[in-house]
């Protein structure tokens, strides 16, 4: 009896937690295809022209994409990547809430949220952009 | 109200270790591009540091030479000894103001010089600083004109640069850095002069300007005028002689000329005398024949000062 009574509420946790996921696929997969189309129709907004547009969109399609690109600051861009998906991952646990981060470490002990806070602080002195030229003088 | 102003004081204290130690590490172990606000660059181009460290040897010097790189690579002390002057050259790349005002506060007393001659040209109060202060941050001992110095320009990697910098001087992980005397084609000549291998310049087209001063750099170049005048030090002004097409690329040179003749004795290098191209090894540096008749111009110059 117990066994069963088990099984049944482990089926019905498990339904959920099924449920749930397949949900959040769902949404992921939706955003992702409303974020897709919407950068697709920037092409033809930001293009001089409908052929611009056209020839951009079969640069896209043509078999470079799956070949790696070699370009001038690549590691650059791949550190940008990985910064895209941290906000990302912030971003989609803290969607309902006013602001990604406003919930985040709130029961942790202090120590820990301080020093999560600290990190912050860190990294926003270490990469915030500055608007100084380049230095060139320093080839001299 | 009372503790929720102590907990934001013990926060700031606890954030600001944090970022201290995070940055030590974080510059120490990551690669450039994990570090774009930080640009700690000891031994870099100019020779600054081997010239900070010499300077701490130097003592009542006849001439003392301020200025941007035209001035460490265009007043040669081997020259000026010859003559008879012991000089010294407090040049660095890109100097403005600010930071001329730095090291003069630095060594100024030290060097006692009995005429100083300031290399001026339009750049020095077009320059953003930033370059400059990363260069003296990062090669010379850090206090609290330092500190000045970057509230001045407020700008983020000098703050971390100078962080960074004086964490290093706490542990003394430079003291046993020697920069090489020859780099590149550079090499560096006691006195503060860095002589470059022989190179022609070759003329291109360059864009035509209007000379602008900043107006802070300005202020701090007023307050070097002001000091070196309390100080009854004789001042001299120099714009020391560019090729031709970049001299003329400027279309007001009569109002920086005006402006520079209003704050102390003044030449112009460029209207005393002609230097064809061949005369310099780019676009703003005299190549060694150039900085030899430069010289002894300038000589002629101080010889008629005296008498």
């Given at each position: 009896m117990l066994y069963l009574f088990l099984i049944s509420k482990l089926k019905v946790t498990f339904n959920k937690i099924q449920n749930n996921f397949l949900l959040k696929v769902k949404e992921a997969l939706s955003i992702s295809f409303t974020f897709t189309i919407i950068s697709f129709t920037w092409i033809f907004f930001r293009s001089d022209s409908l052929t611009h547009a056209i020839q951009f969109i079969s640069g896209i399609l043509?078999?470079?994409?799956?070949t790696v690109p070699v370009f001038d600051g690549f590691n650059k861009s791949l550190l940008i990547l990985l910064f895209i998906i941290i906000f990302t991952i912030i971003e989609w646990n803290g969607k309902?809430?006013?602001?990604?981060?406003?919930?985040?470490?709130?029961?942790?002990?202090r120590l820990f949220r301080w020093s999560f806070y600290s990190m912050l602080i860190y990294i926003i002195g270490m990469f915030t952009p500055s608007n100084e030229l380049p230095f060139i003088y320093f080839q001299f | 109200m009372r503790k929720l102003t102590f907990r934001l004081l013990l926060f700031i204290l606890f954030s600001f270790s944090i970022y201290v130690v995070n940055l030590f590490f974080w510059a120490q172990f990551s690669s450039s591009i994990l570090k774009p606000n930080l640009n700690f660059i000891?031994?870099?181009?100019?020779?600054l540091n081997t010239r900070l460290k010499e300077v701490k040897q130097y003592k009542n010097v006849d001439i003392l030479f301020l200025g941007t790189s035209r001035a460490y690579r265009g007043f040669d002390p081997r020259i000026f000894s010859n003559q008879g002057y012991k000089t010294f050259n407090l040049g660095s790349s890109a100097q403005t103001p600010i930071q001329t005002k730095v090291l003069l506060q630095r060594y100024l007393n030290r060097l006692n010089p009995k005429i100083i001659i300031y290399e001026v040209y339009p750049s020095t109060f077009e320059f953003e600083g930033y370059e400059s202060s990363l260069d003296l941050i990062s090669n010379d001992k850090n206090d609290f004109n330092s500190l000045k110095m970057i509230f001045k320009l407020n700008n983020i990697k000098l703050y971390n640069t100078f962080i960074y910098s004086f964490t290093r001087e706490l542990f003394k992980l430079d003291e046993r850095y020697h920069e090489p005397i020859k780099k590149n084609n550079d090499y560096y000549i006691n006195g503060g002069f860095v002589e470059k291998k022989m190179a022609y310049y070759k003329s291109n087209f360059i864009e035509k300007k209007i000379i602008k001063f900043n107006k802070v750099l300005l202020k701090s170049f007023e307050e070097i005028i002001i000091e070196i005048q309390k100080r009854n030090i004789p001042l001299i002004l120099v714009y020391a002689p560019l090729p031709f097409n970049s001299y003329e690329r400027y279309s007001n040179n009569d109002y920086f000329d005006f402006m520079m003749k209003s704050y102390s004795k003044y030449y112009n290098f460029n209207k005393i005398k002609p230097y064809n191209d061949s005369l310099f090894y780019d676009s703003e540096h005299l190549n060694q024949n150039g900085v030899k008749k430069f010289n002894f111009n300038l000589l002629k110059v101080l010889n008629t000062e005296d008498k």
């Open positions: 043509s078999f470079s994409l799956f309902k809430y006013k602001y990604a981060i406003e919930k985040t470490g709130e029961k942790w002990p | 000891i031994g870099n181009f100019g020779h």
